[in-house]
Structures are given as structure tokens and as C-alpha cells.
């Protein structure tokens, strides 16, 4: 079985400056995909970012950025020019590309990240 | 915005009643999770479904039964609620691509006293 992660349960960064949350993962399949999601005190769920196994290249969605460390099996999540609206919890998750995925995301307990103004 | 809609929002009920959750979706997907959210525990997947009648258990399915009888509707149902069962439940869709991302409702809060 998969499993994901997040080692630091809560981060703290000053607005406008850069931040990283850590995401480990184990699994033994070579073909998979990841995901950052964020989850604003409304509750939603927002996919901020994935990343595809077999890509080299690093996923970027604007001041969004992923540092993927296949062999290390790390997957850190960098916020750069944080903003308030960024306050969220943020979850990492896991699929395997193999049998089509029924079975969903795995996911980590998440980081609270909080902006200081 | 993927079109999923869950329902209630919230609800409160007693020990021992039945309970269910309905999750509704207009993007015709195949694919169909639900997921519960308790702090410190991050998401784990309760029930999941493939197809019309098809269904499969997740991690923490102990205690919950699903239905889906439509491709638009996937029913969680606690059949005699218990505490540790109060949490928030969301409901998810995906596309059938390999590797599509999880588009969730906007999740229930279940509070059993």
C-alpha cells in the first residue's frame, strides 16, 4: 500500500516571502502521479498542482512550483511571493497510473500554513 | 467548476439513527469517491465506485454502505451512527484518463451526539 508524508504540521511564513511544504511517499510502482491540494477555511478542496511520474520536469502553476525527487521519492510544494489568500491547509496525494486508479488519491494529514501579514 | 453537489451541508443527528449522504454530479463521470476528514488524519477513503452498481471498499469502509444506482448519484449511508463516525464527508469525482486529479464537493458535517 501507498502511503504519504507530510512531516511539518504547521508552517509560518512572512507574506511576500517564499515558502516550501514537505511531502514524502512510498510505493513501489514506478508509474504514478501526484497532487498538492488546497484547502481554504471555507473548506473546499482546490487541486493547486500535479505532477506526472515518468516527466521529468517540474510542475509550475504560476507562483506554484514542485521540486520532484523521483528517487528520493519527495515531492515539496514552493510558494513563492506568499499572499494571505494562500492560508490554507495543503494536502499532498498519491495514485498509481496502473488498473485505471478506482481506488482514488492517498493522501497525507496536511500542513497548515499560516501568512503573517 | 466540476459539477458536484452534496447534501446536507450539515446535519446532526443521535447515536443509533440512519444516516445517509448524497452526492450528485453533472459531468456524467464514471468515477465517484467518498472520502472522510478528521483532523490530524488528513482524507481517507471510505467506499468508491466505478460504474452504475459497482462498488468497492476503501480504507475505512467499517460501518458505511454505499449505493449507485444512476452514474449521477453515489449514496453514503451510516446504518446506526456512532461518535467516531461524526466528521466531515466529501464526496469526489474524476474523469476516466489515467491520473485525472479529484474534483470534491463541497463536503458535510456530521456531528452525532
Not at chain 1, 491540494?37 to 507562483?63: C, D, F, G, H
Amino acid at each position: 500500500a501507498q502511503t504519504v508524508t507530510q512531516s511539518q504540521p504547521e508552517m509560518s511564513v512572512q507574506e511576500a516571502e517564499t515558502v516550501t511544504l514537505s511531502c514524502t511517499y512510498d510505493t513501489s510502482e514506478s508509474d504514478y502521479y501526484l497532487f498538492w491540494y488546497k484547502q481554504p477555511p471555507s473548506r473546499q478542496m482546490i487541486l493547486v498542482i500535479r505532477q506526472e511520474a515518468y516527466k521529468q520536469q517540474n510542475a509550475t502553476e504560476n507562483r506554484f512550483s514542485v521540486n520532484f525527487q523521483k528517487a528520493a521519492k519527495s515531492f515539496s510544494l514552493k510558494i513563492s511571493d506568499s499572499q494571505l489568500g494562500d492560508a490554507a491547509m495543503y494536502f499532498c496525494a498519491f495514485t498509481q497510473r496502473g488498473g485505471g486508479g478506482a481506488d482514488g488519491l492517498t493522501f497525507g494529514k496536511g500542513t497548515h500554513l499560516i501568512i503573517q501579514p | 467548476d466540476a459539477g458536484i453537489t452534496q447534501s446536507p451541508r450539515h446535519k446532526v443527528t443521535e447515536t443509533g439513527t440512519p444516516v445517509t449522504l448524497r452526492c450528485h454530479q453533472t459531468e456524467n463521470h464514471r468515477y465517484m469517491y467518498w472520502y472522510r476528514q478528521d483532523p490530524g488524519h488528513g482524507l481517507r477513503l471510505i467506499h468508491y465506485s466505478y460504474g452504475v452498481k459497482d462498488t468497492d471498499k476503501g480504507e475505512v469502509s467499517d460501518g458505511y454502505s454505499v449505493s449507485r444506482s444512476k452514474t449521477e448519484d453515489f449514496l453514503l449511508t451510516l446504518e446506526s451512527a456512532t461518535s467516531s463516525q461524526t466528521s466531515v464527508y466529501f464526496c469526489a469525482i474524476r474523469g476516466d484518463r489515467a491520473g485525472s486529479p479529484l474534483h470534491f464537493g463541497n463536503g458535510t458535517r456530521l456531528t452525532v451526539t
